[in-house]
């Protein structure tokens, strides 16, 4: 399914399950052109060849999948690991889906724009902890 005139978007906390976030992405990408996901995995993927270290650097992050393109904020540091990303079924990319750190740049909001018949629109995935950072953030 794949349509400018209709997404179909599904949202989920995968809780860090990287399998939950690879069965979705292979059964459903007929089904749904956005997947967002609260709590990603976010994992040791390799090392990469380094000047400064032999053994290599560190690859952390989100896996990569044919079908689909991954939007994420990248962490500042180790602690600011994100928590809300998106994968954009590869057949929208006419849309020029990008993701808004200029208009916020919270760990829990994950802001992307997209243009469809001459006009900008918005979407928008949030997650709530405990102490609703996200929202006090964006009532600040």
Not at 30 to 39: P, R, S
Not at 98 to 108: A, G, T
């Amino acid at each position: 399914m794949c349509s400018t005139t209709k997404l179909c978007i599904y949202l989920q906390n995968i809780c860090k399950n990287y399998a939950l976030v690879d069965t979705f992405l292979e059964s459903q990408k007929d089904h749904y052109n956005i997947f967002f996901v609260q709590e990603p995995p976010w994992n040791f993927i390799c090392y990469a060849p380094s000047t400064v270290s032999l053994e290599g650097d560190k690859v952390v992050g989100a896996f990569i999948y044919p079908d689909w393109t991954q939007v994420v904020r990248v962490p500042k540091d180790s602690e600011d690991i994100p928590r809300v990303m998106a994968f954009i079924h590869s057949c929208l990319s006419r849309l020029r889906f990008s993701l808004r750190r200029n208009m916020v740049d919270h760990r829990d909001i994950l802001l992307l724009s997209f243009f469809n018949r001459g006009e900008c629109h918005c979407l928008m995935n949030v997650y709530s902890d405990d102490r609703h950072s996200a929202v006090k953030f964006m009532l600040d």
